[in-house]
Nanobody
Framework: QVRMVETGGGLVQAGGSLTLSCAASGRTDRRYAMGWFRQSPGKEREFVAAIGWSGASTRIGDAVKGRFTISRDTARITVFLRMSSLKPEDTAVYYC?????????????????WGQGVQVTVSS
């Protein structure tokens, strides 16, 4: 069974940077896109970023465009979300997920396997 393992959350000051990692533990078939979504209290889950299985194609959400980047390691098992110029409104639980088929998607329903989420808190 594949388990999504997220690490790297924490508390950071506004303007700072943080990198989240997500590893698909137990994954052997690498033809999976991976994505990051976030949710804060009282709000719906929001698309953040996604990357195709090869790493060649990415999508970035409008709210974080120009500040966040997504990449994956050469083994295509671990995905990194590098967040910079963080704002208090970036405070949320960040979830990693994978989608079979390889193409990055902004639609959360395309993802079938979700992690537990990590808390990111940006103080003003």
């Amino acid at each position: 069974q594949v388990r999504m393992v997220e690490t790297g959350g924490g508390l950071v000051q506004a303007g700072g940077s943080l990198t989240l990692s997500c590893a698909a533990s137990g994954r052997t078939d690498r033809r999976y896109a991976m994505g990051w979504f976030r949710q804060s209290p009282g709000k719906e889950r929001e698309f953040v970023a996604a990357i195709g299985w090869s790493g060649a194609s990415t999508r970035i959400g409008d709210a974080v465009k120009g500040r966040f980047t997504i990449s994956r390691d050469t083994a295509r098992i671990t995905v990194f979300l590098r967040m910079s110029s963080l704002k208090p409104e970036d405070t949320a639980v960040y979830y990693c997920a994978e989608a079979f088929g390889g193409s990055p998607s902004e639609d959360s329903s395309a993802y079938s396997n979700w992690g537990q989420g990590v808390q990111v808190t940006v103080s003003s």
